[in-house]
């Protein structure tokens, strides 16, 4: 994360005092009215029938949210690709695919990795993609990957998550906060996930429950967290979660909440004696190992390089600096909600 993004974020955070602060979000408060009236005026566009979109020929889910930044869509569009798969359907997932200058990013790569068998298509018309996956790859299925904003492909089951640990953009839409939309825009939704479930407390949880239900009364809500799986390197090598105990951990990564990657791995007991972050989506370059290499040689010799999974197939890998890397692998446990979220994702199959 460079400087210029955490000045921002500590910005609107509020942890920034004094008179120029406040004049700074001030600011930032008269630049994000005119956003979120256009981005209100633009789904009443869409819902009025305005502004056309286009309907695919077989089911389409899309998994998105209300904020910038990650709220955990991978391992959701992961479990959600494995439930139809586990149906018998051919699915393949449809993304924008940011944070690439060539070929497949970083999301892309990593469902190739954990899901081989489920096709994943990225370009900025993902109408057209739609019709390439059903008439080319005889999709039954499509997942729209970080897609609750992009409304020129209709869909048949919105579902979108709550990132527990910052759920509301700081109350503001962007650049006051982090609101990609005003949080009404959550009525669209046809199921709710709380991701994170497990990293904040348990009335925290119930609050946040509490304001989904009002902004979309009767929507079915699921809690779920983000559980570590196992230590996985670029040979596909694993290690069970404990593999690494009492050795100094030092952790890098590139992704939407960096702090929720660190987190996690101090709920596993690492010690994290270094932590350092790149943008989201970083495209890792030439002299961005370099310097990994040269950061890496400044640990302990028995210290051992872990990232995200995300990070780690764009890297390709198996050691940085003579230490080892590994990567945390994740997948979404659904904790409660888990059958009406069943009844919803088999409903859009049985009346397509």
């Not at 869409?46 to 910038?68: E, F």
């Not at 690494?244 to 709920?267: D, E, H, K, M, Y």
């Amino acid at each position: 994360m460079d400087r210029l993004e955490q000045y921002f974020l500590s910005l609107i955070r509020g942890e920034k005092r004094g008179i120029w602060a406040a004049l700074q979000r001030g600011g930032l408060r008269v630049l994000s009215e005119p956003y979120g009236w256009a981005m209100r005026l633009r789904n009443r566009l869409y819902d009025a029938g305005w502004k056309r979109s286009r309907r695919a020929p077989v089911p389409v889910i899309s998994v998105g949210n209300l904020t910038l930044g990650g709220t955990g869509k991978t391992p959701c569009v992961e479990y959600i690709a494995r439930f139809y798969r586990d149906l018998d359907l051919r699915v393949a997932v449809l993304s924008r695919g940011y944070g690439s200058r060539a070929g497949r990013n970083d999301e892309a790569l990593l469902l190739e990795e954990n899901l081989p068998d489920v096709p994943h298509l990225q370009g900025a018309d993902r109408a057209a993609l739609a019709a390439v996956a059903v008439e080319e790859l005889e999709s039954e299925v499509l997942i729209l990957d970080d897609g609750f904003q992009h409304r020129r492909l209709q869909r048949d089951l919105d579902v979108v998550l709550i990132d527990a640990t910052a759920p509301w953009g700081h109350g503001y839409v962007f650049p006051r906060g982090l609101l990609r939309e005003p949080v009404s825009g959550l009525r669209r939704a046809g199921a709710v996930i709380l991701t994170r479930c497990d990293q904040v407390g348990p009335q925290e949880v119930e609050n946040i429950k509490a304001r989904a239900a009002k902004l979309a009364p009767g929507i079915p809500l699921a809690l779920s967290s983000h559980q570590p799986a196992c230590w996985i390197n670029s040979k596909q090598e694993v290690k069970a979660l404990d593999g690494f105990s009492g050795r100094p951990v030092a952790a890098f990564c590139g992704i939407g909440n960096p702090q929720a990657f660190r987190r996690t791995l101090l709920n596993l007991g690492a010690d994290i004696t270094a932590f350092r972050t790149f943008p989201d989506h970083h495209d890792y370059a030439r002299s961005d190992v370099e310097e990994l290499r040269a950061w890496a040689r400044q640990q302990a010799t028995e210290c051992v390089v872990v990232t995200t999974q995300k990070d780690l197939v764009k890297l390709r890998l198996d050691r940085v600096g003579d230490r080892e890397l590994w990567a945390l692998r994740i997948h979404l446990r659904i904790d409660a909600g888990r059958e009406e979220l069943a009844e919803k994702l088999k409903g859009i199959v049985r009346n397509p």
